[in-house]
């Protein structure tokens, strides 16, 4: 391979890789290279920018999370499937899964109402569930939702208590 090539293909790759991001800086539908990584977990799922969860709702302090059980701040809602919540959850968690949410939300709004204090949670960080059910929550007037997105995994990792549904 001759120098002249080697500099054309050198410029031709960093062409396509400007071209690249560039595209993705201004597409509405580009995936956000900046702040939706959760670094502590290594590189998770990246989410599309107009996707992008409203971090200013998160609480992500554990400890905080354990205060606000033991205070009974808040009513927490598990929106796992149901089968994850019944192998163990959060203390005093209620389960309202998001792949159900048509179905659960009549019942929740029989125990609560829109300005009741809520913290949301799921899986983990790689999990959206919590964050999308909290947007729809909001959608429909609630005033007071949190979400947790350690969720479960960053919660059983910590060694604090759960609770399990015995059968």
């Known amino acids: 391979m ?24 201004f597409s509405p539908a580009g995936i956000a290279l900046f702040g939706q990584w ?74 609560t109402d829109q300005h009741s204090p809520l913290l949301i949670y799921c899986s983990g960080f790689e999990c959206m569930d919590s964050h999308n059910f909290a947007t729809n929550l909001k959608d429909m007037g609630f005033a007071d939702v949190r979400v947790y997105p350690g969720g479960f995994r960053q919660w059983q990792e910590m060694g604090y208590n759960i609770e399990k549904n015995e059968k």
């Open 2 to 25: 001759t120098l002249k090539e080697i500099k054309g293909t050198f410029f031709l790759v960093f062409f396509a890789v400007t071209t690249a991001f560039f595209y993705n800086h």
């Open 38 to 111: 959760q670094t502590s977990s290594g590189v998770v799922n990246a989410i599309s920018k107009a996707d992008s969860p409203d971090v200013s709702i998160e609480i992500n302090n554990p400890e905080t999370i354990w205060q606000i059980i033991q205070k009974k701040e808040r009513m927490i809602l598990d929106v796992r499937p149901l089968e994850f919540y019944e192998e163990g959850h959060l203390p005093g968690a209620l389960s309202f899964p998001l792949i159900e949410f048509d179905n659960v939300i009549g019942r929740l709004l029989e125990m």
